[in-house]
């Protein structure tokens, strides 16, 4: 089955910028998508389709997709972007939605 | 305003069974695939299972196949699994979620409700 690899944690300080990864092989033949999860909270989708934003989302969030890596980029760090962020795809060939395994960005 | 309201989760013993529904509002869920999401304690979130709009469509997860049923209720605009032969590795929060009509990401989530299989 198909499997997306994120790092356990990204620190950045406020104002910087913070770049998270999701691989996964040849995962740009693929529309990956973002979501972020305070604790006790519902995830929320912040990026579809690879590069959109749904409504509501701040253009500081930036996703991109090419070769084995897709990333999702957040510039000008703010104290409330701390969560868990998780990529996602749909499997095609397994008819399987997958997650990865989460990403905790802190706020230094 | 899109709305999901998971209920039916508890505290059971392995090898035995519950019935999660999800009550949906500010949409028809006829017209989107619908899917629950589980996330056990201090993980990461693990796809379980999928109908299809239509409701002909069930998908599973390997961890689950052959031991949950998801369905739909249209007529109530609700989505229901039912969860079977449960294990301890099943404890976790199950959250319901609408997938965008145009593509395969979950656009809208629910609360989530909690599911504790222990003896």
């Known amino acids: 089955s198909y499997v997306l690899t994120q790092p356990p944690s990204v620190s950045v300080a406020p104002g910087q910028t913070a770049t998270l990864t999701c691989g996964g092989n040849?995962?740009?033949?693929?529309?990956v998508h973002w979501y972020h999860q305070k604790p006790g909270q519902a995830p929320v989708l912040v990026i579809y389709?690879?590069?959109g934003r749904p409504s509501g989302i701040p253009e500081r969030f930036y996703g991109s997709n090419s070769g084995n890596t897709a990333t999702l980029t957040i510039s000008r760090v703010e104290a409330g972007d701390e969560a868990d962020y998780f990529c996602q795809v749909w499997d095609s060939s397994s008819d399987h939605w997958v997650f990865g395994g989460g990403t905790k960005l802190t706020v230094l | 305003e899109v709305q999901l309201l998971e209920s039916g989760g508890g505290l059971v013993q392995p090898g035995g069974s519950l019935r999660l529904s999800c009550a949906a509002s500010?949409?028809?869920?006829?017209?989107?695939?619908m899917a629950w999401v589980r996330q056990a304690p201090g993980k990461g979130l693990e796809w379980v299972s999928a109908i299809s709009g239509s409701g002909n469509t069930p998908y599973y997860g390997d961890s689950v196949k052959g031991r949950f049923v998801v369905s739909r209720d249209n007529s109530k605009n609700t989505l229901h699994l039912q969860l079977n032969s449960l294990r301890t590795e099943d404890t976790a929060i199950y959250f319901c979620?609408?997938?965008?009509?145009?593509?395969?990401?979950?656009?809208?989530w629910g609360q989530g409700t909690q599911v504790t299989v222990s003896s």
């Open positions: 500010g949409f028809s869920l006829r017209d989107y695939a």
């Open positions: 979620a609408r997938t965008a009509s145009s593509s395969w990401y979950f656009s809208s």
């Open positions: 040849d995962i740009e033949s693929k529309h």
């Open positions: 389709d690879d590069n």
